[in-house]
């Protein structure tokens, strides 16, 4: 059965319980990156947040916690919340082994509207899942965390597709342009610098874009934003 590249709850079920990176198709090809590239996305996320040992993180759409352990070292505390049943039950068996790292199963954008205890978080992380939110939940996640989460300064959102650079990444026969705008196409809604920064600028936040290095696989096609409270 063919899944949409959006599809996080029941394609990750067709793989090993142990792939997982492949769950969140953090892939090239369908084989799963690198240690060397994840170490690269790691050091990414790490200076993008400007993280500190005392910082509590909120991670929305952390997928089945993989990337989200990197970073228990860190910061005191982590938060990840994802829509996929499966995958949080991935996180909770393999990750949640501390008070302070925890998992739930929670839709991002109804979760920021409704966390009874929002000044606990310092940092935001969202990583390759930013893209595959509807336009209305993108707005909304960035203007709630904004009026809710007095003491978060920081947002980092990773992997993001260049609207500029598609052409770079779909082969040249394929008429791509109905897909850029569509979260549940294969890539998800792909945004130019200047419409993201249009997009946190207009719900409070100011916008700085990162590229990684051109050793990194999707380095060609992508780019990194770190959002900073105005």
Request: net charge negative.
């Amino acid at each position: 059965m063919q899944y949409l590249k959006s599809d996080y709850k029941e394609y990750p079920k067709t793989l090993p319980v142990d792939d997982l990176w492949g769950q969140v198709r953090r892939t090239v090809n369908g084989k799963p990156i690198s240690p060397e590239q994840i170490q690269m996305i790691v050091d990414a996320i790490k200076s993008g947040l400007e993280l500190n040992s005392e910082d509590i993180v909120l991670d929305l759409a952390c997928g089945n916690g993989a990337l989200s352990s990197y970073l228990f070292d860190d910061c005191s505390g982590l938060f990840g919340v994802d829509s996929s049943p499966y995958l949080i039950q991935v996180a909770l068996s393999r990750f949640a082994n501390l008070p302070s790292y925890d998992f739930k199963l929670l839709d991002a954008a109804g979760y920021v509207l409704n966390e009874p205890d929002p000044d606990r978080f310092t940092k935001v992380l969202c990583y390759g899942s930013f893209s595959f939110f509807p336009e209305k939940d993108a707005k909304a996640v960035l203007n709630v965390i904004h009026s809710r989460f007095k003491r978060v300064d920081r947002i980092f959102i990773g992997n993001l597709p260049d609207k500029d650079r598609a052409h770079f990444f779909y082969p040249k026969e394929k008429d791509y342009v109905t897909e850029l705008d569509d979260p549940t196409a294969q890539i998800g809604i792909w945004r130019s610098e200047n419409e993201l920064r249009t997009l946190a600028e207009n719900n409070g936040w100011k916008l700085r874009v990162v590229n990684m290095p051109e050793a990194f696989y999707a380095a060609h096609y992508r780019f990194d934003a770190i959002l900073e409270r105005v």
